[in-house]
């Protein structure tokens, strides 16, 4: 079983079309995140939601909308779409009361065209 | 500015040499948090280091952690082929999220 597990893997589409990626863990964490991952690899955090609640927002288009509907989901929307935007993006958890280590999904990789 | 800074980025070494990667944080961080990439798949997480003077080995990695110096290494002893990846440290300034490196993008060469 996996245990946070992201769908689709691969999203390819066209400038300002909308797109989401779901993601789900069953580690029973009570925290979600998204990672976006550059082509340079680099790894910066997008939101962050603690049992449902909205706790990291960082500076991202207001294009970007997470939306969580239990602690074991998180999802990303993303509307009008641009190539600047084309990235893996990483949904991770973790537990708070833990040592604070993140369990990564597989990634989604968008291409926007 | 919360930053973590990795070298080198790049790092080529034959099998059986030893080397280390350097990650060096900002500002006081309680954990610092190795992670492994191998291409076009996921992170996963190699160690997690609460204190200082931490250190933790698994197979042919070591990992270490000076707070003073906000230093952390990776060493990589008798390289093998199989270690070739993308190794990432991460901070965790106290602020609920983690901040993570360049990456160190490591080819072990036969």
């Known amino acids: 079983d996996t245990a946070v597990s992201q769908t689709p893997k691969y999203l390819v589409t066209q400038m300002g079309n909308d797109k989401s990626i779901k993601c789900e863990q069953n580690?029973?964490?009570?925290?979600m995140y998204w990672y976006k991952q550059d082509s340079k690899k680099f790894l910066k955090i997008m939101f962050s939601y603690n049992n449902k609640e909205l706790i990291i927002n960082e500076t991202v288009p207001n294009r970007f909308s997470p939306k969580s509907p239990d602690k074991a989901h998180l999802n990303l929307h993303i509307n009008s779409l641009e190539l600047g935007d084309s990235a893996v993006y990483f949904c991770?958890?973790?537990?708070?009361?833990?040592?604070?280590?993140?369990?990564f999904g597989e990634g989604s990789r968008l291409t926007v065209l | 500015e919360l930053k973590v800074e990795q070298n080198p980025l790049f790092l080529s070494m034959q099998e059986g040499k030893n080397y280390t990667i350097y990650c060096n944080y900002s500002?006081?961080?309680?954990?610092l948090y190795w992670y492994r990439q191998d291409p076009g798949k996921s992170l996963e997480s190699l160690f997690v280091?609460?204190?200082?003077?931490a250190v933790k080995q698994e197979g042919r990695l070591m990992a270490s952690l000076d707070t003073k110096a906000r230093l952390s290494t990776l060493h990589i002893t008798a390289a093998v082929h199989d270690l070739s990846a993308t190794y990432f440290c991460a901070a965790n300034f106290g602020n609920e999220k983690l901040t993570f490196g360049t990456g160190t993008r490591l080819t072990i060469i036969p």
């Open positions: 500002t006081t961080s309680d954990r």
């Open positions: 580690l029973g964490h009570d925290t």
């Open positions: 991770a958890s973790s537990h708070t009361t833990g040592f604070g280590e993140l369990f």
């Open positions: 280091l609460l204190s200082n003077g």
